[in-house]
Nanobody, 126 residues
């Protein structure tokens, strides 16, 4: 079992930055793909970014390319979502997730992810 806990959400003005954290317990994340998804009110959960920890292979949604990056701290078993140049349309609840079966593919589909955090709210004001 893997438990994921997100933190770092909040209110930020457009153009600003935030760093979200996803702390894992239960197992090392080193062989997994770790992803971030988001869900805005009235919309489906959508893929943001994912990284295969061992290889560093990364997949980005087009909407966040050039603005969002993902990093990891193996010693803390934590991954980070660094969000720059935030836009009002980035407003959503952000979830981290772990994919254990086919991590190398850093798949953007939600059903490929086995463990999910509880989410953290990000609000970007215009």
């Amino acid at each position: 079992q893997v438990q994921l806990v997100e933190s770092g959400g909040g209110l930020v003005q457009a153009g600003g930055s935030l760093r979200l954290s996803c702390a894992a317990s239960g197992r090392s994340l080193s062989s997994y793909a770790m992803g971030w998804f988001r869900q805005a009110p009235g919309k489906e959960r959508e893929f943001v970014i994912a990284m295969h920890w061992n290889s560093g292979r990364t997949n980005y949604a087009d909407a966040v390319k050039g603005r969002f990056t993902i990093s990891r701290d193996g010693a803390r078993n934590t991954e980070y979502l660094i969000m720059n140049n935030l836009k009002p349309e980035d407003t959503a609840v952000y979830y981290c997730a772990a994919a254990t079966l086919r991590p190398y593919y850093v798949d953007p589909r939600t059903y490929e992810y086995d463990y999910w955090g509880q989410g953290t709210q990000v609000i970007v004001s215009s």
